[in-house]
């Protein structure tokens, strides 16, 4: 099934902020950007959306970077079952990012009311978030037909690491490291060098914090119905996926032996044959183009 691949990014006046409070900022950024989402989905198509959220928070400088990629199946479910889409676009990119900053600015002002945002000061809050207002948002919005795999790979490969892989390390001696990074302006690969000290500082700025979840599902593709909705579909659309290898799924097992009495124990870990993020995107996969 064809799918957009949509990027939500947060102004990088927000930065400051994110440094004292990013597990509220984080959060809302989610809970934003579903919540345009859904409703301009429910209006314009009639039906409910679904979204599979990866967060960033970095650039290719390691700079504080936050944008959120989302992967949104190209239709919606209605009370009917499954509508396809169309068209080479899901919303109106202007419409979606109007809509985008409008909530995320109204989640801050609640925050803030509410006491998450401590370190602010009222006066604070309301100059730069007025100011924001007045800026253009934008939503970047591109069908995934051409570039499905590579998509796919990204996200995959940033789904449980961060910022800084050891292929980018070029030059490094006592006092300054070299990494390799793409600059999009020109589209060549170009060195960036820093101190030790400021290279660690840029890495620290994208640890999490502790138990926030990076992956989040929504709508038709979130944990509670997910399942749900796939037979419905699948019998919607002819589709029956029988179980591969009689039922079972692939495992990874671990053995060892008794110090005692020298008999191996074995001991399985569980589902190896594909982590949870690329069974989401195997069921965008798996559905037709057609209602």
Not at 137 to 150: G, M, N
Not at 255 to 266: D, F, K, L, Q
């Amino acid at each position: 099934m064809p799918y957009f691949h949509l990027v939500f990014t947060l102004p990088h006046e927000l930065n400051a902020w994110i440094a004292k409070h990013d597990r509220v900022i984080y959060d809302a950024l989610f809970h934003t950007a579903w919540r345009a989402l859904n409703e301009l989905s429910q209006r314009k198509h009639n039906g409910r959306a679904g979204m599979t959220a990866v967060l960033h928070t970095w650039g290719q400088t390691l700079v504080r970077h936050v944008h959120l990629h989302a992967l949104v199946p190209s239709g919606v479910y209605r009370d009917q079952g499954w509508h396809s889409l169309k068209k080479n676009y899901f919303l109106p990119v202007k419409l979606l990012s109007n809509r985008f900053r409008g909530a995320m600015v109204s989640q801050l002002r609640a925050a803030f009311r509410e006491g998450l945002l401590p370190a602010l000061s009222q006066m604070e809050v309301s100059r730069l978030l007025n100011v924001l207002m007045q800026k253009p948002w934008v939503v970047y919005c591109k069908s995934a037909l051409e570039y499905r795999s590579t998509l796919v790979t990204y996200l995959a490969r940033y789904s449980h690491r961060i910022a800084l892989s050891n292929n980018r390390f070029q030059v490094w001696n006592n006092d300054k490291i070299s990494l390799q990074y793409r600059d999009y302006r020109s589209g060549k690969q170009s060195l960036l060098t820093l101190t030790p000290q400021e290279l660690v500082r840029r890495f620290l700025l994208h640890v999490l914090p502790r138990g926030l979840m990076r992956i989040r599902h929504y709508g038709c593709l979130s944990n509670a119905i997910r399942a749900k909705v796939k037979k419905r579909v699948d019998k919607q659309l002819g589709r029956y996926e029988p179980k591969a290898n009689g039922g079972s799924e692939k495992t990874a097992e671990s053995g060892c032996s008794c110090p005692a009495c020298g008999e191996r124990t074995v001991t399985y870990l569980g589902d190896v044959s594909e982590s949870k993020v690329t069974k989401r995107l195997r069921i965008l996969q798996s559905w037709d183009n057609g209602s």
